[in-house]
């Protein structure tokens, strides 16, 4: 059975920072690219992150570049969202999608084969 579990969310004050997992299990983890998504309340889902399967290039949207970085340990099935310089703008529920293949679009959610049930991220004095 496959599942994508977030974890590591919470609430943090302005400036902090947090480092979300997402853990897969149930399918070929090396086979897929893995994206992270945030909802905001009131909001679309969007695309933020993103890391290809095998030579880790990875993606980022304007509104997070430079302040997350995401990383993959392929030995722990693992995928992993730095988060540095959280302002109260990045509060949402943070999910993670695995993706076949990224294809120049990862942040494409129809080609997306699997979610996780997403962690809620808090920022906030």
């Known amino acids: 059975q496959v599942h994508l579990v977030e974890s590591g969310g919470g609430l943090v004050q302005p400036g902090g920072s947090l480092r979300l997992s997402c853990a897969a299990s149930?399918?070929?983890?090396?086979?897929?690219?893995v994206g992270w998504f945030r909802q905001a309340p009131g909001k679309e889902r969007e695309g933020i992150s993103c890391i290809s399967k095998s030579d880790g290039g990875t993606y980022y949207s304007g509104s997070i570049k430079g302040r997350f970085t995401i990383a993959r340990d392929n030995t722990k099935y693992t995928v992993y969202l730095q988060m540095n310089s959280l302002q109260p703008e990045d509060t949402a529920v943070y999910y993670c999608?695995?993706?076949?293949?990224?294809?120049?679009?990862?942040?494409?959610?129809?080609?997306?084969?699997?979610w996780g049930q997403g962690t809620q991220v808090t920022v906030s004095s």
């Open positions: 999608g695995a993706i076949p293949d990224e294809m120049g679009l990862p942040f494409s959610e129809k080609f997306y084969d699997y």
């Open positions: 149930g399918f070929t983890f090396d086979d897929y690219a």
